[in-house]
Structure formats: structure tokens, C-alpha cells
């Protein structure tokens, strides 16, 4: 009895740890759910670099050297409500 007793604490150490990387918090049963993030951050990504591209070119348009007049018209009717429910106001991509 004796001698089974140190090679069975060895099995259930070895399964305890087989287990944690099977079904475990970062074992391999999660891989599935770490490629489904991967995708969801990287649209992120893509989503906020369009937005950061979209402000690059707001800020180009309001450089003091040069400012845009007709972006410059648009932010100041739109800020100071002078903007009419008629009209209608074609933003730059």
C-alpha cells in the first residue's frame, strides 16, 4: 500500500495540472474565445484609426496658417446655432 501511495499522488498532481491546462482560465478550451477578442479588438483598432485619420483631417483643416473658410464657417454656425432645420450641411469625408 505503501508503495502505490507515492506514484498515485503523482497521477492526481499530474491530472490536477492537465486539467488547469485543458479547461482552466488560460487553458486550451479558451483559445476559441481569445481568437473571437482578437478580431473584436482589431475592428476596434480599424474603427479608431479611421476616427484618428477623420480628426487629423479636421485639425489640417484648421491649421492657422491656413484655415479652411468653408470648415471654419460650418464649426462656427454650428457652435453658435445659427445653423436654420432647412439647411443642410455637407461634412468632408
Known sequence: MKSAALPA???FVIAHFAGFAVFGENGLLQLAGYRQQK???LSTLDRLKAEKAMLEH????LDPRHVDPDYADELVRRQTGQVRPD???ITHP
Open 58 to 61: 479636421h485639425a489640417s483643416l
Open 39 to 41: 478580431v473584436d479588438h
Open 9 to 11: 499522488v503523482a497521477l
Open 87 to 89: 439647411e443642410v450641411i
